[in-house]
């Protein structure tokens, strides 16, 4: 059976990748619990699925990667992190749809754009497998967003554009927080955005290395 072996181990790996999430500073709760429950090598390859439990990005095929649990739980926590947690998030860059999978046992809907469609196909089946109902997936550029479902109470983005993209700056709520690794290939800043009634706050987070965010859609 596919995955069986992993299965087997995988509890003890996985508790042993979330204590280490812990000791790096990860705080939230619900974060922790939902990243050990998630079963990460249901998103990769059966080639690279021993390797699901370590804490480092991953090969996805298509000269992309699944993000390092360190930074999805990082990211998550950000975005969760105020008085009323959102319900509405957007997420662009779908990738191996890991972070997706996250998202949506946390908040009540989940929006997902990428512009590989072999990569959202491949996420949506995973997702599915998983019984995670809770999104809608959308083929196309992030850049532009996803203006017909805008307003988002929080956006996440998991590649990294050189500059804020302000098509997406406009399709969150007042209050609404997007959380963004920005700049050159291969050193990033994680950036936290709220939107204000005028206007936007920005504070620098982590130093991070995401693919880069790519105009267009993919043929
Ligand atoms: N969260 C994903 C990260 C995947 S890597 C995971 O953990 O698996 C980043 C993804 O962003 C890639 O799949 C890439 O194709 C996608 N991407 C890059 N530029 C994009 C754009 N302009 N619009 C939508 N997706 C984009």
């Not at 280490?20 to 998103?43: K, S």
């Not at 480092?56 to 390092?68: F, Y």
């Not at 809608?136 to 992030?142: A, F, L, T, V």
Request: charged share 20%; proline share 6%; aromatic share 6%.
């Amino acid at each position: 059976m596919k995955h069986q072996g992993i299965g087997m181990t995988s509890q003890r790996t996985r508790n042993r990748l979330i204590e280490r999430l812990r000791e790096g500073g990860i705080q939230d709760p619900r974060v922790l619990d939902v990243l050990r429950q998630t079963p990460r090598h249901v998103f990769m390859d059966e080639a690279m699925a021993s390797r699901a439990y370590e804490d480092t990005a991953l090969p996805i095929g298509h000269g992309q990667t699944i993000s390092q649990p360190f930074i999805v739980a990082r990211m998550t926590e950000v975005l969760l992190d105020q008085p009323t947690p959102p319900s509405k998030v957007l997420e662009i860059g779908t990738g191996s749809g890991y972070q997706t999978a996250v998202l949506a046992q946390l908040v009540d809907q989940v929006y997902t754009v990428e512009r590989i469609s072999q990569l959202l196909n491949q996420a949506r089946q995973r997702l599915q497998s998983l019984q995670l109902t809770n999104m809608q997936y959308r083929m196309g550029d992030g850049y532009q967003g996803w203006e017909k479902q805008a307003p988002f109470d929080a956006i996440i983005v998991t590649a990294a554009p050189e500059t804020l993209p302000k098509e997406l700056l406009q399709q969150l709520t007042v209050g609404g927080r997007m959380v963004i690794p920005v700049g050159q290939p291969l050193q990033q800043r994680l950036m936290l955005i709220v939107r204000q009634e005028e206007g936007f706050s920005e504070q620098a987070l982590d130093w991070v290395s995401f693919v880069p965010m790519i105009k267009g859609q993919a043929s």
